[in-house]
Structure formats: C-alpha cells, structure tokens
C-alpha cells in the first residue's frame, strides 16, 4: 500500500479528512522549501502538494503565477526539487508528498529518469495538469513501475468519458477542481460541489479531494463535511508572499495550524 493510500486508511479510521496544502518550492527561497514542509505537517498537514515551478502555469491564478516566478528567479528547478523531497524525508519518512506541475519539466528529464528519481527522493505521487489520462499511457507504465500515484484533475465541466478514463488510471486520489477557472478564483458554490462529488463517486473509488477557492478555515471545514481531502494553495503561497523571511515559517506553519484546527472542530 502507497503512504497515500495508507493516510487516507488511516484518516479514515480516525473519521478525519485529509488537508493537503499546496506551495511552490523555491519559493521564497530554496532553503526554506523543506523548513515550510516540516511546519506544514507540525501544524496537521496530512500530504504535502509540493509545486514544480513552470514559466506558463496555465491552471494557476496571479498568486501561484508569481510564485512560480519567484522559483524559477531562484534557479529552481525539477532536479532541485526532488533533492528536496530527498532532504524532507531525512526526518520524514512517512507523510506523502505529491509534485504538481506541468509536462514540460518532466519530458525535459524524460519520463524513466524521472520516475526512477522521484522514487528514490521519497515522492509518491504526481499531478501533471496538461497530461490528460488518454494521452500519457507510456508516462502512466513508468510511475507504475516506479510506484508512483498518478493524480489527475476533474473540474465541474468533464464530460462522462474523462470521469471513467480518471477512474481506470489514476491512482492515489483525485483532485476535483471546485469551480470554474484559475487557482485562487472566487464564487465558490458548496451546494453545486457537493451535488458533483456525489456524482463523481458512482464512478471513482479512491478519495476525492477538493481543491482551487478554498480561502480559511470555516470554508475547509465546510468543504470537509463531503469531501475526502481539502486543498488549499492561493491563500498559504500569499501567505509566504507577504512575509518575510524572518517569519515565513512560522506564519505559515501558524494558517495550516487554523485551518486543521477548523477542520477538526
């Protein structure tokens, strides 16, 4: 069993849902990507959904666009991040960590490089936004031989044949997009999100996590009331953003802290 499957059996158990923050390695700046790691999970985190920075970040909003430019003005790149994950997993051995990013860094690599390194730095699962699940079978075989969980997107606008492509590949979780647009967007309808979970799951097995609007902790817990996982990105990279170096960890450690808190409540 992957340590993704094993945290959701595991919360399960203990009738809690998993919060799964999001940031961008790199960002601040490189020596703060694992310290930001280690607080997140000291303040409740259950995976860590760890940002590969990408010049053209097409699903994300201002905030997580500037972030990427931020990492990548950093000189950060997929290399860099799995020394990351590598140097994280000295002390953590057990919270999952999932890279989300784009495909280009990855063919850059090239898949069986990548696969094979990830693993050994200690990642378990990839979130790829523009491989969609017909169109990466050969990416698909290499994270399989490597033990790796594919995650993969739905949003409110996926049509029956996508939701049952989704179904046969991924592995892990999957991701629902809450609304429709960028990360960070607003207008966030609970009722039609839990209406579409309920539709997703004649379909899908695995747990269902939603992510893209979420802003605090009464929204978290909202959302955890039919959702398996909560993802909250925008509101912890502005976070990061509008600290200083000095206090970015523990401002950060300090709004993951609030969120599981409302979570749990």
Same mark, same amino acid.
């Given at each position: 069993?992957s340590?993704?499957?094993?945290?959701?059996?595991?919360?399960?158990?203990?009738?809690?849902?998993?919060?799964?923050?999001?940031?961008?390695?790199g960002?601040p700046t490189p020596?703060?990507t694992?310290?930001?790691?280690?607080?997140?999970?000291t303040?409740?985190a259950d995976?860590i959904?760890l940002?590969?920075?990408?010049?053209?970040?097409?699903?994300d909003?201002?905030?997580?666009?500037?972030?990427?430019?931020?990492a990548?003005?950093?000189?950060?790149?997929?290399?860099?991040?799995?020394g990351m994950?590598?140097?994280?997993r000295?002390?953590?051995?057990?919270?999952?960590?999932?890279l989300m990013?784009?495909?280009?860094?990855?063919e850059?690599m090239?898949?069986?490089?990548f696969?094979q390194?990830?693993?050994?730095a200690?990642?378990d699962?990839?979130l790829?936004v523009?491989y969609?699940?017909e169109?990466?079978?050969?990416?698909?075989?290499?994270?399989?031989q490597?033990?790796l969980?594919? &995650?993969?997107l739905?949003?409110p606008?996926?049509?029956?044949? @996508?939701?049952? *492509?989704? +179904?046969? /590949?991924?592995?892990? %979780?999957?991701?629902?997009?809450?609304?429709?647009?960028?990360?960070?967007?607003a207008?966030?309808?609970?009722?039609?999100?839990?209406?579409?979970?309920?539709e997703?799951?004649?379909h &899908?097995?695995?747990p269902i996590?939603?992510?893209?609007?979420? @802003?605090?902790? *009464?929204? +978290?817990? /909202?959302?955890?009331? %039919?959702?398996?996982?909560?993802?909250?990105?925008?509101?912890?990279?502005?976070e990061?953003e509008?600290a200083?170096p000095?206090?970015?960890?523990?401002r950060?450690?300090t709004?993951?802290?609030?969120?599981?808190?409302?979570m749990?409540?």
């Amino acid at each position: 069993m992957s340590r993704i499957a094993t945290c959701f059996a595991h919360l399960k158990q203990q009738n809690k849902k998993a919060l799964i923050p999001f940031f961008t390695a790199g960002d601040p700046t490189p020596s703060k990507t694992v310290p930001l790691m280690h607080a997140m999970v000291t303040a409740g985190a259950d995976i860590i959904e760890l940002g590969v920075p990408f010049s053209d970040p097409m699903a994300d909003g201002p905030t997580i666009q500037r972030s990427s430019e931020r990492a990548l003005e950093n000189h950060v790149g997929l290399k860099d991040i799995l020394g990351m994950v590598q140097q994280f997993r000295q002390d953590n051995k057990t919270t999952p960590v999932v890279l989300m990013g784009y495909a280009n860094p990855i063919e850059a690599m090239g898949y069986e490089k990548f696969a094979q390194q990830a693993q050994a730095a200690g990642v378990d699962g990839v979130l790829t936004v523009d491989y969609p699940p017909e169109e990466c079978t050969d990416f698909l075989e290499c994270l399989a031989q490597h033990n790796l969980d594919p &995650i993969f997107l739905l949003a409110p606008t996926t049509v029956d044949a @996508r939701i049952a *492509a989704v +179904a046969r /590949a991924a592995r892990g %979780f999957v991701y629902y997009v809450s609304l429709k647009g960028v990360t960070g967007s607003a207008n966030l309808d609970l009722r039609a999100v839990q209406t579409r979970l309920s539709e997703l799951r004649r379909h &899908i097995q695995l747990p269902i996590g939603v992510g893209f609007g979420i @802003r605090d902790g *009464a929204m +978290a817990k /909202a959302m955890a009331e %039919f959702s398996d996982a909560v993802v909250i990105g925008s509101r912890i990279v502005q976070e990061i953003e509008n600290a200083s170096p000095e206090t970015v960890v523990a401002r950060v450690e300090t709004l993951v802290k609030s969120i599981r808190t409302a979570m749990d409540s």
